[in-house]
C-alpha cells in the first residue's frame, strides 16, 4: 500500500489551478482540440471521401479497379502557426480544420497514394501518387501471409526435407525484406514482398484452454518460439498473395535440426516430448508464495484533472494525449506551471518515439537481414495492446491471496486507440490502449538538522504509458511526468527472444556461432543484437509562439594546469558549453560526461542566464555495432550520432524517411541537416553548417538504446531490460519547483499522534 508519507498536489501554494491562463484562450482546455486523434466517425468519413473522389474521377478508377488498401491512416497534424494562432487569439486568426493523411496501395500496380481528406470542408485536398515506396506493412498483410506460407505446395517440399510433412503447426512471421544486401536475390522495385521467419509447435504446445484468434491458430502459438525452423524463407507477394520463390539455404538431405528442449528422459535416439513456453513454467514454489498482495489504494482518488478528450492537468503539468499508428503515443503543448510567475510556461510542441530500429549481429544467412524498423515497416500504434486494468484489491482463492497482475496498478485512465482497418470501411479498435496512472517515486528531497526534526517530501509521477508486441518482443513505452520539473522517457524490453538454431547433431553442444548465444544443448541458441529508439522532440523551452531556441553542448573537462596556481592540488574540473548553431548531428562523449541543453533566446532567470532544460541520459547511450559501409546504416544512417538538431519543417517528421519499408536509404537523416553525414565543418575556430539554426523553431532528435547479449535467464520469457533519457529543468526555475510541496504525514506517525491526543483528553 503506497499511502506511506505521501503529498497531497493540493494545499497552501499548490491550490488548484484554473487550467485556462491569461496566455491562452479556451481552445486549449476544449473539449475537442485540433491535435486529438481521429474519432471513428472521421475514420468513416474519410472513407467515405475517399471513395467518392475514385469514384467521381475515371482517371484514377484505372488503378483502383479493386478496391484499394488502406495501409494507414491518421491525423494530420494542422499548420502550427495557424494552430498556435488561434490558441493565443490572435488578430484574424481562426481554429485550423481537421484533416486526415491516408495512405493507399492500388492492388493494380502496387504504387502508393497520400490522400489528404479535409474533414471540416468534408473534401479531398490533395491525392498524390508516390512513385517508387512501399507503405508499412499491416495487420491483414500478417494474416495473409501466413495463409499464403501454410497453403504453398513449395514451402511443404521444403518442410518435408526438415522432417515436417504438414504446415498445419508452423506459425509464419512477416518481415520486411530490408535492402542493399550484397549476393541477395534481386525483386523489381515495385513488387511488394514480405519475407517471414518460420517457427514450429507439435500438438503437444497447443493449449486447447486458450482461446481462437481470427486465423486458425491458438493465441498460445507465439510459444513456437522454441522452435526456429532455421534457414528456410519463403518469399511471398505480399499483392498477389502468392509464394514466388523460396530461399533455402540447406538443401542437402541433412538439414539443421529443430532445437528441443533438455529432459532428464532424453536420449539422442528419439525425440523428447516437444515443450515451448507454456508449459516450461514452473509451478509457483513456496518462495513466490510467501509474497504477500501488494496494494495500490488511492481512497481520494487520482490527482490528474482531464480537459476534454485527451487533455490532462496533474500537479504543475498539463499536456493533451495524441495517437497514430506509426508512433504510438504523441504528446503535444506540454506546459508547466510556475508559482512564481503566476503562469504555465512552454516547454515541448510535439513530442513521439518516432523510429525504432532493431539491428542483429550474426553476419550468417538470412540473420544479417533482420534489420527491424518497427515504425516505418510496421507501426508502433499499430501493434499496441490491450492493458488489463486490474483490480486494486487481491482475490482468494483455495483461501489464500492471489497476486495482483495487471499492467496497470492503482487509479487508472484509459484511452481507446482508433485506426482505419485495410478495407477503410471498419475501425480497429483496442480498447484500454494508452494507459496513465500516478507513481511513487521514494524519496524526492530529505534533511535532517541537527536537533533530529527533519524535513522531506515524497515524489511522485504521472505516467503515459503503452505496450506493443512486434512479433517475438514486447515493449512499453512510457512518458513520465515529475514533481521536480523532470520529465522522461523510458522503454521497458520484454516478451520472446529472437531465437535459431544450431546442428546439434553434428556439431554437438557447442557447435553453437560465436555470435550467438546457447540456450540449452538441443539446437536453440539466439543472436547478438541491439535496440534503438528515436525520439523526435519539437522543443518549446519558454515559447511554443516565437523563434527562440538553441541547442549548447556541455562537456566537462579538466583545465590543466596541474600544480599549477590555478590548479595546486590538480583537483579541478568544470563544465565548458558550446553552442550548436547549424543543423547538424552530435556524438555522446562518456569521457567528458557530456550532455545538452535547450535553452530560450529571449528569456533570463534571476540570474541572468538563458532559462533551459537539460537533456540527459538515464541508461548508457549504446554503440552502434555495425559498421558505416553495411546495408542498414545506408537507411538507418540515423545511428551515426547521439543527438540531431534540425530547423523546424511539418514535412521532416521520420529520421529514416516517410517510406523506409524496402527503400534503399539516404533519405531522413542526416539529409534534413543538408550537410554530409551531418558533419559540420571547422571554419578557424567555429564550426559550420548549411543551416543556420540561431533563435529558430528547433527539432531534436534524440537516440537511445540497449545493446543485448542474451543470457541464459532471458528464456523462456525475457525479464524487463530498461533504457530511457530525461529532460530536467536546469535554469529554468529560479528554485526547486517543489519546496512548496505540502506536508505529508506517515500513517504510523498520524496513528500514534491521534492516540497520544485520545490519551491526553483522559
Known amino acids: ?166 504446415t498445419e503447426n508452423v506459425m509464419v512471421d512477416l518481415w520486411a525484406p530490408g535492402a542493399n544486401y550484397i549476393g541477395e536475390p534481386t525483386y523489381p522495385e515495385n513488387q511488394r514482398i514480405g519475407k517471414p521467419l518460420l517457427f514450429f509447435k507439435s500438438a503437444e504446445t497447443i493449449n486447447p484452454n486458450l482461446p481462437k484468434t481470427n486465423s486458425s491458430n491458438t493465441l498460445n502459438t507465439l510459444y513456437a518460439y522454441a522452435r526456429p525452423i532455421e534457414g528456410l524463407i519463403p518469399v511471398v507477394d505480399l499483392v498477389t498473395k502468392q509464394v514466388i520463390a523460396v530461399e533455402d ?78 508512433e504510438g503515443i504523441v504528446l503535444n503543448l506540454v506546459q508547466i506551471w510556475d508559482s512564481t510567475k503566476n503562469k504555465y510556461r512552454d516547454l515541448i510542441y510535439r513530442g513521439s518515439l518516432s523510429e525504432m530500429i532493431v539491428p542483429y549481429g550474426d553476419p550468417s544467412w538470412p540473420n544479417y537481414r533482420k534489420n527491424a524498423f518497427d515504425a516505418g515497416e510496421d507501426g508502433i500504434g499499430a501493434n499496441i495492446n490491450s492493458l488489463n486494468p486490474g483490480s486494486s484489491f487481491s482475490t482468494v482463492k483455495d483461501g489464500k491471496p492471489q497476486m495482483i497482475n495487471c499492467d496497470c496498478i492503482g487509479e487508472v485512465h484509459f484511452w481507446d486507440a482508433f485506426w482505419s482497418a485495410h478495407d477503410g470501411q471498419s475501425v480497429t479498435t483496442v480498447k484500454n490502449a494508452i494507459c496513465m496512472h500516478e507513481e511513487d517515486t521514494g524519496i524526492l528531497y530529505k534533511h535532517t538538522f541537527r536537533d533530529g526534526t527533519g524535513y522531506m517530501r515524497r515524489g511522485r509521477r504521472l505516467v503515459v504509458s503503452c505496450f506493443v508486441t512486434v512479433a517475438n518482443y514486447d515493449y512499453g513505452f512510457s512518458f513520465s511526468f515529475s514533481l521536480d520539473g523532470s520529465l522522461s522517457f523510458e522503454v521497458k524490453m520484454t516478451g520472446f527472444i529472437n531465437t535459431t538454431a544450431y546442428d546439434y547433431v553434428r556439431g554437438g553442444p557447442n557447435a553453437v556461432s560465436k555470435y550467438r548465444v546457447k540456450y540449452n544443448n538441443y539446437g536453440l541458441d539466439s543472436p547478438v543484437h541491439q535496440h534503438f529508439f528515436i525520439l523526435r522532440l519539437n522543443m518549446a523551452v519558454d515559447g511554443f509562439q516565437g523563434k527562440n531556441q538553441q541547442l549548447v553542448e556541455v562537456d566537462l573537462v579538466d583545465p590543466g594546469n596541474h600544480g599549477s596556481k590555478d590548479n595546486l592540488q590538480s583537483n579541478a574540473f568544470h563544465p565548458v558549453e558550446k553552442q550548436i548553431r547549424y543543423s547538424c548531428g552530435r556524438q555522446s562523449s562518456p569521457h567528458h560526461e557530456r550532455f545538452w541543453k535547450i535553452r530560450s533566446t ?101 537516440v537511445l538504446g540497449a545493446t543485448h547479449v542474451p543470457r541464459l535467464e532471458d528464456f523462456p520469457i525475457m525479464p524487463v531490460t530498461t533504457c530511457g533519457m530525461m529532460l530536467e529543468p536546469d535554469g529554468f526555475f529560479d528554485e526547486n519547483p517543489a519546496v512548496d510541496l505540502p506536508e505529508g504525514i506517515c500513517p504510523k506517525i498520524r496513528a500514534a499522534k491521534e492516540k497520544e491526543r485520545k490519551e491526553s483528553k483522559l
Open 1 to 166: 500500500m503506497t499511502e506511506c508519507c505521501s503529498n497531497s498536489t493540493s494545499g497552501k501554494n499548490r491550490e488548484e489551478k484554473n487550467v485556462g491562463t491569461e496566455q491562452e484562450g479556451d481552445l486549449y482546455t476544449a473539449a475537442r482540440f485540433p491535435l486529438d486523434p481521429l474519432r471513428p466517425e472521421e475514420i468513416k468519413q474519410t472513407y467515405n471521401l475517399i471513395e467518392a473522389h475514385i469514384s467521381s474521377h475515371p482517371e484514377l478508377s484505372v488503378y483502383f479497379k479493386t478496391r484499394p488498401r488502406y495501409m494507414t491512416m491518421s491525423l494530420h497534424d494542422p499548420c502550427k502557426r495557424t494552430l498556435l494562432g488561434a490558441l493565443y487569439n490572435k488578430p484574424n486568426s481562426h481554429i485550423p480544420p481537421r484533416k486526415s493523411m491516408t495512405i493507399l496501395l492500388s492492388q493494380a500496380d502496387t504504387q502508393c497514394y497520400e490522400v489528404l481528406a479535409n474533414l471540416t470542408t468534408n473534401k479531398i485536398d490533395k491525392f498524390l501518387h508516390v512513385p517508387n515506396v512501399h507503405p508499412p506493412c499491416n495487420a491483414f498483410e500478417y494474416e495473409e501471409t501466413e495463409e499464403v506460407v501454410k497453403s504453398s505446395a513449395l514451402v511443404l517440399e521444403h518442410l518435408k526435407k526438415r522432417g515436417i510433412h504438414s
Open 249 to 326: 539455404t540447406i538443401l542437402n538431405p541433412d538439414p539443421t535440426p529443430l532445437p528441443v528442449p533438455e529432459h532428464d528422459n532424453f536420449t539422442p535416439s528419439r525425440s523428447p516430448p516437444v515443450s515451448n513456453f507454456h508449459n516450461q513454467v514452473p509451478a509457483a514454489n513456496k518462495r513466490n508464495q510467501s509474497l504477500k498482495p501488494y496494494k495500490v489504494v488511492q481512497k481520494d482518488g487520482p490527482s490528474w484533472k482531464l480537459f476534454g478528450d485527451h487533455g490532462v492537468q496533474w500537479g504543475d503539468w498539463r499536456f493533451r494525449v495524441g495517437f497514430t499508428p506509426r
Open 602 to 702: 529571449k528569456i533570463l532567470n534571476k540570474v541572468s542566464l538563458p532559462t533551459s532544460y537539460r537533456i540527459v541520459p538515464i541508461s548508457k547511450n549504446p554503440v552502434p555495432r555495425l559498421h558505416e559501409t553495411s546495408a542498414l546504416f545506408t537507411r538507418a544512417a540515423v545511428l551515426k550520432k547521439t543527438i540531431w538538431v534540425t530547423k523546424y519543417d511539418e514535412s521532416e517528421r521520420f529520421p529514416c524517411g516517410d517510406y523506409p519499408n524496402q527503400h534503399k536509404g539516404g533519405v531522413g537523416l542526416p539529409h534534413y541537416t543538408r550537410i554530409k553525414d551531418g558533419e559540420l565543418v571547422k571554419e578557424g575556430n567555429e564550426l559550420k553548417g548549411s543551416v543556420d539554426l540561431e533563435g529558430e523553431d528547433l527539432v531534436v532528435w534524440y
